[in-house]
């Protein structure tokens, strides 16, 4: 499992991220998964649209385009639904309540840094 260390606007935060590069780990998410605690959450990409059939977790949804900035959030999103957004370039799957808690909205900056040298990826 490759890991990283969420960045908000530049900065690191305690949270480390869940990398689904592939499209194996895309397929799989979070399905098996029965909570979020370390890692906090998934980092989908390529991903513009998600859904949660077969899940039993309520994630938060964030949508960010190529250039890093977050286009939608999606919070508290139950299983059996579906979620997009268009010119999304990735997909940040997090444990329920962790974007607002974060202050992720519209407009903001994410990206992922190796979580011990904060290298940006």
């Known amino acids: 499992m490759t890991l990283a260390r969420l960045r ?11 990398l689904a590069d592939r499209w194996w780990r895309r397929a799989i998410g979070l399905l098996a998964t029965t909570q979020l605690a ?21 994630i938060d949804i964030v949508f960010v385009g190529r250039d890093g900035v977050v286009l ?7 299983p059996w639904r579906m979620a997009g957004c ?3 370039h990735a ?18 900056h994410v990206s992922l840094a190796a979580p011990d040298a904060f290298k940006e990826l």
């Open 86 to 88: 268009r010119g999304a």
């Open 38 to 58: 370390r890692p906090s959450g998934l980092w989908l990409a390529p991903c513009a649209s998600i859904h949660t059939f077969g899940m039993r977790l309520t």
């Open 8 to 18: 908000l606007d530049g900065q690191p935060t305690n949270e480390d991220i869940r």
């Open 72 to 78: 939608k959030v999606v919070p508290r999103l139950r």
């Open 91 to 108: 997909v940040l799957e997090l444990r329920e309540g962790l974007a607002q808690a974060l202050g992720l909205r519209p407009g903001r």
